[in-house]
């Protein structure tokens, strides 16, 4: 069973800081996704990444896929309350059709 | 604007029930899925269809069966509900490809007593 490991589990934090979200398997990714999750809504899509290296960013988040493509990171720059909600990656892997979801990071900005 | 629509937010259920949850996408996706949501072991795939009729188990399809007799409609059914079927099932759709987007729906919260 391919897992994705997504650390860490919980943050909390305040308004104005930095913070990064990781995401680690033992296997090559195929493709890489970050979804964000508000509480009593589905997941909506934020990034796909599927180059090894590859970093993209969207306003103040920085997205970042390994060179090896086993890792990837979600970097937010001066976090505000509206980033407030659960982080998930969910993976590609090259033998499988199916996306597979890492157990996610919820956070919680306080302002 | 993509919509994945599910026939309800809320429900509850008394053990041994049979369950109906509906799901609904307008953008005319061959994708459709079936994740359970639960605190501590995030999504879990629970069925695929990726075409009318077809149907691919995933990772917990244990006490769950699925329909899919139209292209934007994707059922997910509980034959005999348990307690341990208490959750959060989204269900998403998206184009075929392994690349595509999955877009989800709001999302059902199902009780069972």
């Known amino acids: 069973t391919q897992l994705l490991e997504q650390s860490p589990q919980f943050l909390s934090i305040q308004e104005g800081e930095n913070l990064t979200v990781y995401c680690n398997s033992s296997?090559?990714?195929?493709?890489l996704q970050w979804y964000r999750q508000e509480p009593g809504e589905g997941p909506v899509l934020l990034v796909t990444?599927?180059?090894?290296?590859e970093v993209k960013k969207l306003k103040r988040l920085t997205f970042q896929f390994g060179d090896a493509r086993k890792d990837s990171s979600l970097h937010i720059t001066a976090a505000q309350p509206g980033d407030t909600g659960l982080y998930l990656c969910?993976?590609?892997?090259?033998?499988?059709?199916?996306?597979?979801f890492g157990k996610g990071t919820t956070l919680s900005v306080s302002s | 604007d993509v919509k994945v629509t599910q026939s309800s937010r809320y429900l509850v259920k008394r053990t041994g029930e049979k369950v109906f949850l509906e799901c609904v996408q307008d953008?005319?996706?061959?994708?459709m899925f079936w994740y359970r949501q639960d605190p501590g072991l995030g999504l879990r795939l629970i069925y695929f269809?990726?075409?009318?009729?077809?149907?691919e188990k995933g990772d917990i399809p244990e006490g769950y069966s699925v329909s899919r007799e139209k292209k934007e409609r994707f059922s997910l059914i509980l034959e005999s509900a348990s307690t341990n079927q208490t959750s959060m099932y989204l269900c998403?759709?998206?184009?075929?490809?392994?690349?595509?987007?999955?877009?989800f729906g709001p999302g059902t919260r199902l009780l069972v007593l």
């Open positions: 998403a759709s998206s184009l075929a490809g392994v690349l595509e987007t999955q877009y």
């Open positions: 296997s090559v990714f195929s493709s």
């Open positions: 990444v599927v180059t090894g290296g």
């Open positions: 969910a993976g590609h892997f090259p033998a499988g059709t199916a996306l597979i």
């Open positions: 953008m005319d996706h061959e994708n």
């Open positions: 269809s990726y075409d009318v009729k077809m149907k």
